[in-house]
């Protein structure tokens, strides 16, 4: 059964950091592209950020530099590293496999505010 259960949310004030934490249940995990998409009130769902099997990273231009994902295979965990926030970073943040699956997971809240 694939499941994603995400963590690492909060409160942060502009110009903080978070790091976000995804642990995944899905076949072969090492193989798989994962990534990071979030959804603000009112909005679509969007792709954050991507990372192959072999470590390869992509990033929307709206968190390029500012956003960092990395992945440990021998815990089924892919992270986002998050600094430098802005208010317009506020969202749901959900991991899932790139393309996504139907899995979603609950998400995690971010909220960047003062």
């Known amino acids: 059964q694939v499941q994603f259960v995400e963590s690492g949310g909060g409160l942060v004030q502009p110009g903080g950091s978070l790091r976000l934490s995804c642990v995944a249940s899905v076949s072969l995990f090492r193989l798989k592209t994962m990534a990071w998409y979030r959804q603000a009130p009112g909005n679509e769902r969007e792709l954050v950020a991507s990372i192959t099997g072999g470590g390869r990273t992509n990033f929307s231009n709206s968190v390029k530099g500012g956003f960092t994902i990395f992945r440990d295979n021998a815990k089924n965990t892919v992270y986002l590293q998050m600094n430098n926030l802005k208010p317009e970073d506020t969202a749901v943040y959900y991991c899932?496999?790139?393309?996504?699956?139907?899995?979603w997971g609950q998400g995690t809240q971010v909220t960047v505010s003062s």
């Open positions: 899932n496999t790139n393309p996504a699956s139907s899995a």
